[in-house]
């Protein structure tokens, strides 16, 4: 009895620890696990990026929508930290076209001269992917495809060089 007792406790420790929301997969959006992997539709018309395309450099990757004014707030910044950072960072933009369109997304990347790479999430499926609630959204990952920090909310130029800085080491 006090086997099937002790039993019954175990399984129960498991199931509960296991719903807290903690990652079981080699793959997730979150500090040390692998970038997930998206396809994205760019500016020009039958093009593509691939996250993997990136590997080998550390990444930056912005989720970000035109009428956000948090993103309209930090992309400055991120426009400046490109510049600085941008021969050793590779940068990647995405842009919530699902909850936007790619007009007023083209119009926000000439606004603001954003001249790195960004992608359209025209399904929402990079968002999903990258368990995005709210914009903007950053994530840094290393050059090995690892995921070394994670913003939700705007950046501040600090904090956006210190975790640049993470991802390269």
């Known amino acids: 009895m006090w086997i099937a007792f002790a039993l019954a406790i175990i399984v129960f420790v498991v199931t509960a620890v296991g719903k807290q929301g903690t990652p079981k997969v080699s793959t997730a959006p979150y500090p040390g696990y692998r970038v997930p992997e998206v396809t994205l539709q760019t500016v020009t018309p039958g093009q593509q990026i691939k996250i993997s395309n990136f590997s080998g450099k550390p990444l930056f990757i912005n989720f970000w929508a035109s009428w956000c004014p948090p993103c309209q707030a930090e992309t400055p910044d991120l426009v400046k930290a490109y510049q600085q950072y941008g021969s050793e960072v590779q940068f990647l933009g995405i842009n919530a076209t699902a909850q936007d369109t790619s007009g007023n997304a083209q119009a ?62």
């Open 108 to 169: 926000f990347i000439k606004r603001y001269g954003i001249s790195y790479p960004v992608g359209f999430d025209t399904s929402n499926q990079a968002a999903s992917q990258f368990n995005v609630n709210g914009f903007p959204t950053s994530i840094f990952v290393n050059a090995s495809g690892v995921v070394v920090a994670r913003v939700d909310g705007a950046i501040t130029p600090e904090v956006l060089r210190a975790d640049l800085q993470k991802s390269m080491h």
